[in-house]
């Protein structure tokens, strides 16, 4: 029915599926609602909408996230990820373009919208949310960490005797490095993954330590004498390294080196609700600049300039906040280059405040 609204799920609090929801059904058809759905969005919204004669398949108008189609003996299934279809007999039918609909049913599958030419895809799809097997815009998300690995490599002239990652996405960054400098990979830390999130979730910081600390377990033997190099993802909030770190100096290491994957976080996403916290404070760039400024009314720019004097100032702040022996941080050219795709179709917001569209 025209303007029904789902309230009633959610016992009058507003969610975003609610809200969803309600934008599609103000429309006389599901392909309207939807399209007008994607237009009053700021975010991203990709869809996937049951009905009694089959499923629509929506991707987000600037394609920040994906959606893909897999096929088994004349079955479809509509994932965003497409890691889950080789075991279940699935092959990859077709990626969904930005702003694409598609409607499936037991006949197969027809487009219903043409997918847009504005493509925003997220970065951090390869830098840390996606499964390493998985692939957006038919690029693999190993094959993107491992070059993004090698990149670091390449710009570094460190001293160290091994190799590692911060499980479980600064892994293949890791393998990268290692592989392009012949150094060793080791694992120093292993992942106890049952009962535990990533410990960036939480909006709690005290739960965010527990987890932090819990869920990776050193092993000395690898430590101890050691001067080690780490390949992270990302530092969001830092939660996670410096409790880990103090591990490592702990346990006998005698140097630990940072290398994370892209650029420094400073730019809280506002579309996919990644960095989302309390306080933009809770950013590790963010805070030690309003350390360093005090005040958080300024032009960010030159912090996010690679490079520059305040760049550089607020790297080794970060890095005594965290204690590392040196800290380096991805560049964004070089991050661009190993994902393979141009900037422009490239959402780098949250490093330099720039979405195209």
Same mark, same amino acid.
């Given at each position: 029915?025209? $303007? ?7 016992? /009058? !609090?507003? %969610?975003?599926?609610?809200? =969803? *929801?309600?934008?599609? &059904? #103000? ?33 987000? $108008? ?7 189609? /897999? !096929?088994? %003996?004349?079955?479809?299934? =509509? *994932?965003?990820?497409? &890691? #889950? ?273």
């Amino acid at each position: 029915k025209k $303007k029904m609204h789902f309230s009633e799920t959610s016992g /009058g !609090k507003t %969610n975003p599926t609610e809200l =969803v *929801a309600m934008l599609v &059904c #103000s429309e006389n058809t599901f392909e309207a609602g939807i399209e007008r759905a994607q237009e009053l969005i700021k975010g991203s919204c990709s869809i996937l909408l049951l009905t009694s004669k089959g499923l629509y398949a929506a991707r987000d $108008k600037l394609g920040r996230t994906p959606l893909v189609i /897999g !096929k088994k %003996n004349g079955a479809f299934a =509509v *994932a965003s990820e497409n &890691c #889950s279809f080789p075991n279940l007999g699935y092959i990859t039918e077709t990626f969904l373009g930005p702003g694409e609909i598609v409607f499936i049913n037991a006949d197969g599958y027809v487009q219903k919208k043409c997918p847009g030419d504005k493509l925003q895809v997220c970065s951090f799809l390869w830098v840390y949310y996606g499964y390493p097997a998985s692939e957006y815009e038919e690029i693999n998300v190993e094959y993107v960490r491992n070059r993004c690995g090698s990149a670091l490599a390449k710009n570094d002239n460190v001293a160290i005797d091994c190799v590692a990652g911060i499980p479980d996405s600064g892994i293949g960054h890791a393998i990268g490095y290692a592989n392009e400098k012949k150094v060793p990979f080791i694992r120093p830390f292993v992942k106890y993954t049952p009962t535990w999130p990533r410990s960036f979730m939480p909006q709690n910081q005290k739960t965010r330590d527990l987890v932090a600390r819990m869920k990776l377990i050193p092993v000395r033997k690898l430590i101890e004498g050691k001067k080690i190099l780490f390949c992270e993802d990302s530092i969001v909030r830092g939660t996670q390294l410096k409790e880990n770190i103090q591990v490592l100096f702990d346990y006998g290491a005698i140097e630990a080196h940072m290398r994370p994957a892209c650029p420094t976080l400073i730019y809280p996403c506002e579309f996919l609700n990644f960095s989302a916290s309390r306080s933009t404070l809770d950013l590790a760039g963010r805070k030690v600049i309003r350390e360093l400024e005090g005040r958080e009314d300024i032009n960010l720019e030159e912090y996010a300039s690679a490079g520059s004097e305040k760049n550089l100032l607020m790297i080794d702040r970060i890095r005594q906040h965290l204690k590392l022996t040196t800290l380096s941080y991805q560049k964004l050219d070089d991050l661009v280059e190993a994902i393979g795709l141009p900037k422009e179709k490239l959402c780098t917001h949250c490093w330099d405040e720039k979405s195209y569209f």
